[in-house]
């Protein structure tokens, strides 16, 4: 197992390496000179030297990406420009929201999308069958940036049920602990704050977690099909064993092994879902951020934290594949 | 489809004459879900042919005494404008068939980038492996390691926001899906006699690669190219919605919805039948992909 691990996170420096290659470059894409497009027509020539001299554009190429480089391994992404704070710190403040954010999704995700895929399995051509099915089929092609708004005009503007925006009301005081707004609020049985960041993250979570429970829905229900027409399952059956018993205990287990892997691959639809929601709900999470960075042309920013999200997604992927090579032994170590 | 595995041995006729087209389509409206896919493309594709006949408006006139005007079925509903219109007194109709339009063009576009580089580059890898392989499969690694939407709007961050750099970078995003069921297909078939039998009659690597092996990897490519537009739609319709492709007043699903975010309070159908059209084009184009993948892939047959 430990040879596995080690193995998997030795084919990610490679990976890495490419992809602070290709993210270097990209100030690189910037038609004509970058410092102009941040800077605005109407610039001075000397901020512009001064620019180019921050973002290191006055030196060779090599050069540049050896100081690039230089300073990634210690961790350190430079400075957003707007801002003049550390690209690192700013990520840390953020990521606490999308976390949350995407946390909730995504148990919404599991929860709502297996128990619809092991119902239509077990009740295959049934009313509920069709009808979740097709649902699922609409939720993976589901434009979620149109669903934001669609219940925001729903539950937020003709019923008045939840908040339309934001993390929190302004009126409510919380202490920050770990910034994760659920947890904080009960750690500190502040019931008051626990309700109402409940309140505001569930039109978001809903939102972001439609694509993957229709996959997760689908993936189960045709997973579980599969291991449903297996030889065990017919003994099981003719040694007399409730349905239930069957479908719970001996089914679930071996048709959740593909279901798992899909689970570990959402993360990348959670990532990029997250900019879209966090747009449309004003949350004030990394997709967010990075948009803002986008809007006003701080390429630092842009590069810094594509950086660190690109990081963590490729080890999110490597923790995928340790996971999915220890729940299921079949798979050679 | 019994008949298909004896096919060569059976005699009977209506079996033996069946061409592996006439299969395909023949399994394919056997699944319904496929048809209704096949006749929703079909009507997208006719509203982006002919959607300047069909649409009642300019879908870029604007007019103040015809402003934020609600569909026909409500009170204060203006003549003649079915869907209403928008805060530019635009008739919203008009403006979703030419959006049809656009995000056609976008998927034809950004699909034909993936497709041809993502093919040539999946070839070659399989055709020659070795260190070429390795050197263009960790490219692909490299683009799947940043989330689809996000590497997109960073490609765009850099080359400016416009609908043309929005195809270009939809296309980019998705080179490696192409790529790497090429690449597979390619391995597979290579060791393959024919392939063999081609080569010592003297036929060239292009020859070899495009007219002998490339035929035989079809199947799951037109299967790719199906799903491909469903994501180019709504990836495109993404990037506009935040302000990163097509820009006003051009008529696209997700600029319109862009548009309409202000209005939300006040004027709820700018918002909603943009969207619809954005569901309905990827539903489409998903059922469709679908289906072929059942009538193609053999491996599926039951």
Avoid at chain 1, 142 to 164: D, R
Wanted: net charge positive.
């Amino acid at each position: 197992m430990l040879y596995f691990i080690l193995k998997k996170l030795a084919q990610v420096i490679p990976t890495l390496l490419g992809l602070s290659v290709l993210i270097f470059l990209m100030i690189h894409m910037v038609p004509g000179d970058p410092a102009e497009m941040m800077l605005g027509e109407r610039a001075n020539e000397n901020s512009l030297r001064e620019l180019r001299h921050q973002l290191g554009l006055d030196q060779p190429l090599y050069v540049q990406y050896g100081k690039f480089m230089g300073r990634l391994v210690q961790g350190d992404l430079g400075r957003a420009l707007r801002t003049n704070e550390k690209i690192t710190k700013e990520i840390k403040e953020h990521f606490p929201a999308t976390l949350e954010l995407s946390m909730v999704a995504i148990i919404i995700a599991i929860v709502l999308g297996m128990l619809a895929g092991i119902i239509s399995a077990t009740k295959q051509y049934s009313i509920f069958d069709y009808g979740s099915m097709l649902l699922s089929l609409v939720g993976v092609s589901m434009p979620i940036f149109w669903l934001g708004l669609v219940l925001m005009i729903i539950f937020s503007i003709k019923l008045a049920w939840l908040p339309l925006s934001g993390r929190l009301s302004y009126d409510i005081v919380l202490e920050p602990i770990t910034n994760l707004y659920l947890v904080d609020s009960l750690l500190q049985g502040n019931w008051a704050a626990f309700k109402d960041a409940l309140w505001h993250i569930i039109m978001p979570a809903i939102t972001l977690s439609t694509v993957p429970m229709a996959i997760i829905a689908r993936m189960t229900r045709s997973s579980m099909l599969e291991v449903l027409r297996q030889d065990y399952i017919r003994t099981a059956k003719a040694k007399g064993l409730a349905p239930r018993i069957i479908h719970y205990k001996h089914a679930l287990r071996n048709a959740l092994i593909p279901v798992v892997t899909i689970i570990g691959l959402q993360f990348s639809i959670l990532l990029g879902g997250a900019i879209l929601t966090e747009t449309i709900f004003a949350w004030p999470g990394i997709g967010s951020w990075l948009l803002n960075a986008v809007y006003a042309r701080d390429f630092n920013a842009v590069q810094g934290g594509t950086m660190l999200i690109a990081l963590v997604f490729v080890l999110i992927n490597v923790l995928v594949d340790i996971t999915y090579a220890w729940i299921n032994p079949r798979i050679k170590v | 489809m019994s008949c298909t595995q004896t096919a060569n041995t059976t005699t009977d006729a209506s079996c033996k004459s069946r061409s592996p087209l006439a299969e395909a389509l023949l399994r394919l409206h056997k699944n319904r879900t496929a048809l209704v896919g096949l006749i929703i493309v079909a009507v997208f594709a006719f509203l982006a042919i002919f959607g300047h006949w069909i649409a009642p408006h300019d879908p870029l006139e604007q007019s103040l005494y015809t402003k934020l005007k609600p569909p026909f079925w409500m009170p204060k509903a203006a003549d003649g404008f079915l869907l209403g219109t928008d805060d530019f007194g635009r008739d919203l109709l008009s403006r979703i068939i030419y959006g049809a339009r656009i995000s056609m063009l976008v998927g034809v576009v950004s699909v034909s980038i993936s497709l041809v580089i993502g093919t040539i580059s999946g070839a070659i890898a399989g055709f020659y492996r070795g260190w070429v392989d390795i050197l263009i499969m960790r490219v692909m690694d490299i683009l799947l390691a940043i989330p689809s939407i996000l590497l997109a709007i960073v490609i765009v961050a850099f080359l400016g926001p416009s609908l043309q750099n929005a195809m270009i970078a939809i296309g980019v995003v998705s080179i490696p899906r192409y790529a790497r069921i090429v690449r597979g297909s390619v391995l597979e078939e290579y060791s393959k006699d024919y392939v063999q039998a081609a080569r010592a009659l003297g036929a060239s690597d292009t020859r070899l690669i495009f007219l002998h092996i490339l035929p035989n990897c079809l199947a799951p490519l037109i299967v790719q190219t199906t799903l491909g537009f469903a994501s180019a739609i709504l990836e495109a319709a993404a990037l506009s919605f935040l302000g990163l492709g097509a820009q006003p007043p051009t008529p696209e699903w997700g600029a319109m919805l862009a548009g309409g975010r202000a209005l939300i309070l006040r004027a709820w159908w700018v918002v909603t039948f943009p969207g619809i059209m954005i569901l309905l084009a990827v539903l489409g184009f998903n059922l469709l992909g679908d289906g072929l993948r059942d009538a193609l892939d053999p491996r599926l047959r039951d």
